[in-house]
Nanobody, 125 residues
């Protein structure tokens, strides 16, 4: 029923910035957290950041201080502001919704029941 779609990916030079957005469709829904995950070619999907309905945020150590997740309570979008991008950030980035579970970290992919198709982020040296 719920569908998520990411946008805002693209090609950027190292040190640059991108802002990703996640839009929801298919019906109204509540959530415990919204998260961003990424998957580089040949690697497993990894946690990037999450935000709860109440506004608490959680960041992976690898992006702390560079990426910021945010949400709009009224319009229910979620964003990922990515600054100081590095070639290691190159990956497909996925938006995900957790409508069921409370967590101490919100970093496990198993918590999330809805996923977008992903948007490509490529960072050149």
């Amino acid at each position: 029923q719920v569908q998520l779609e990411e946008s805002g990916g693209g090609l950027v030079q190292a040190g640059g910035s991108l802002r990703l957005s996640c839009a929801a469709s298919g019906g109204a829904f509540g959530y415990k957290s919204m998260g961003w995950f990424r998957r580089a070619p040949g690697r497993e999907r990894e946690f990037v950041a999450a935000v709860t309905w109440s506004g608490d945020t959680y960041d992976a150590e690898s992006v702390k201080g560079r990426f910021t997740i945010s949400r709009d309570n009224a319009k229910s979008p979620v964003f990922l502001q990515m600054n100081s991008l590095e070639p290691g950030d190159t990956a497909v980035y996925y938006c995900a919704a957790n409508t069921r579970y409370s967590s101490s970290s919100y970093s496990r992919s198993i918590l999330y029941d809805y996923w977008g198709q992903g948007t490509q982020v490529t960072v050149s040296s």
